[in-house]
Structure formats: structure tokens, C-alpha cells
């Protein structure tokens, strides 16, 4: 039963790392295409979007690489390494330059600082039906994505495509302001623009937020203090092996093993419960992974790794 439960684990592991890397796969699909798009419409709205989908992929991609199966020493199963950190300090230095560029582009075509030349936002049906399917896809994907966390109650899978799905209603938006500037409202795309990155500039700070918890890389929670959480459950012989990260209040990832009594090792998955139950209240908001090993019996093959 441990082996069956830990299989089952293992796979919705990897399915959601699955789900993940298409959604990442796609988010950048779709960046390409933006940029390519923005950059040959000269509309400021589309690199606005373009924008908020790389800080969008960006999310993604730190939600795989905290799914990612451990390979080296270097990197925890459930956690971020300092290069990831790094990372995010560099995408935030580089959409501050970004917005910089486009909030005064966009204030030059507005007409609050003076411009020699309006730049002609270049637009027809093709481009637009081609952003209309790309919308359309994005959406569907989004809300596949979202229906899948739902269903299997992952945090990181929710809000990783609830950021998905808020790229695609913005598409949503821009796709009509550009139906609408291409009739005459040309003041829609920079106002457009000035507002995605807004919404962006939120957004970047929301996936700093979540994501902060699982880069925080001293201990958080000392061992005894697990060890101990763990021996007022009955069954549990020993706690070992504990490492914990992240800031207590907000969010505690746990890793730790335990071997339980030969009688009650056919109600360990009750058992896991209950631990992580305890560890909740007691710290808050956690994400708990427990491998349960048999006791070295007489005769017996020593089961616990080293």
C-alpha cells in the first residue's frame, strides 16, 4: 500500500509537470508570436502583451523547475535553486527598462510630450484573424489547465494558469481595442498598453510573492521541532532525514522520512495524514512530502537509504 501511494504520488507528479511544460511550451508559442506581430503593426498594446506573457511563461517556468525530479546535489525536488532567484532579479531589471520604453512611447503618441512623427499603426485581416486563433487557443489551453488544478487540488497548478487564463482575457481585450483602432480609435492603443503593463507590473509582483516562499533557502523549522510534531503520532518509531524551506505563515515545504511500527505500516497513508495535518497547524500553510520505510527486522534486508 506505501508503494502503491507513492506511486500514485510519483505520477501526479509528473503529470502535472506535463501539464506545465505544454503550458510553457505554448505561453512561449504565443510570445513569438506577439512580438512578431507588435513588432511589424508598431502597436504598443501587442508589446504590452507580449510583455505580460513573458512575465506569464516566466511563472511557468518556475513552477516546472519546482516540479523538477532532483538530478544533482544542487537542487531539491520540491524547491528553487539561486540561479532562479538570480533569474528574477534580471526579468524584473528587464521589464523596468521595458516599461520605461513603452509608458513613454505611449505617452509621445497620447500627445503629453511632443512628437515630430506619429508612428501608423499597421493593421489588417489577416493579422487580426491570426491573433484572434492564437487568442482562442491560449484561452482554451487556460481553462483545460485550470480544470485540471481544480481537480487535483494543486496550488502551484492553479495559480500558475490563473495567470494563463488572465494573458488570454487581456488578449481578449486588446484583440477588440485593435478591431477598434483599426476603425479610427487610434488613442485606444496606447491607452491599452498603458494598462496591460499595469496589470503586469502586478502581476510580476504576485509571482515574486508566491514564489518567494520556495527560494528562501535556510531552514526554516528546526529538525527537533518536526522530529518531535512527529513522534506524538501514533505508529511512528523514528523521524529522520528532515529538511525544511521557505517562511513560516506564508508558506513551509517539508521533506522528511519516517519509519513507522511493523503493526501499523497498512494504515500509513493514514498515518501521513495526520502528520501533515499536525505540521499545518502547527506552521501554518505547508506543502508535506513524507516517505514512509520499514523498521530493520530479523532476517529482513535493510530497507533505509543512506
Known amino acids: 500500500m506505501v508503494a502503491e501511494t507513492a506511486t500514485e504520488s510519483r505520477g501526479r507528479r509528473w503529470a502535472n509537470h506535463r501539464i506545465l511544460l505544454s503550458g510553457l511550451w505554448l505561453m512561449l508559442l504565443l510570445l513569438a508570436v506577439k512580438v512578431w506581430v507588435g513588432w511589424a503593426t508598431r502597436s504598443l498594446s501587442l508589446a504590452a502583451t507580449a510583455i505580460h506573457t513573458l512575465v506569464t511563461s516566466f511563472s511557468l517556468l518556475l513552477s516546472v523547475l519546482a516540479l523538477s525530479v532532483s538530478t544533482t546535489t544542487k537542487r531539491d525536488a520540491w524547491g528553487h535553486t539561486r540561479l532562479e532567484s538570480s533569474l528574477t532579479l534580471l526579468l524584473v531589471g528587464f521589464l523596468g527598462a521595458a516599461y520605461c520604453f513603452l509608458v513613454g512611447i505611449a505617452a509621445e503618441q497620447i500627445g503629453f510630450l511632443e512628437q515630430t512623427s506619429a508612428a501608423t499603426i499597421q493593421l489588417n485581416s489577416s493579422v487580426l484573424q491570426l491573433l484572434a486563433g492564437a487568442t482562442i487557443v491560449s484561452l482554451g489551453f487556460s481553462l483545460v489547465g485550470h480544470y485540471q488544478a481544480q481537480l487535483q487540488e494543486n496550488a502551484m497548478l492553479r495559480f500558475s494558469f490563473s495567470q494563463v487564463l488572465q494573458d488570454a482575457g487581456l488578449m481578449v481585450v486588446v484583440l477588440a481595442g485593435l478591431i477598434a483602432v483599426k476603425v479610427g480609435f487610434v488613442w485606444l492603443d496606447p491607452v491599452l498598453a498603458g494598462l496591460v503593463l499595469l496589470v503586469a507590473a502586478l502581476n510580476v509582483w504576485r509571482i515574486v510573492n508566491w514564489q518567494l516562499p520556495s527560494m528562501m533557502r535556510q531552514v526554516a523549522i528546526a529538525p527537533e521541532a518536526i522530529a518531535k510534531t512527529a513522534r506524538r503520532v501514533e505508529g ?71
Open 236 to 306: 511512528v518509531l523514528h523521524c529522520y532525514h528532515i529538511q525544511t524551506r521557505g517562511m513560516v505563515g506564508r508558506m513551509v515545504q517539508v521533506e522528511l522520512r519516517l519509519i513507522l511500527h511493523p503493526e501499523c505500516v497498512a494504515v500509513a497513508p493514514a498515518i501521513v495524514q495526520r502528520l501533515e495535518r499536525l505540521i499545518m497547524q502547527q506552521y501554518g500553510p505547508a506543502k508535506v512530502s513524507i516517505q514512509i520505510e520499514q523498521p530493520d527486522l530479523p532476517g529482513t534486508a535493510n530497507h533505509r537509504e543512506g
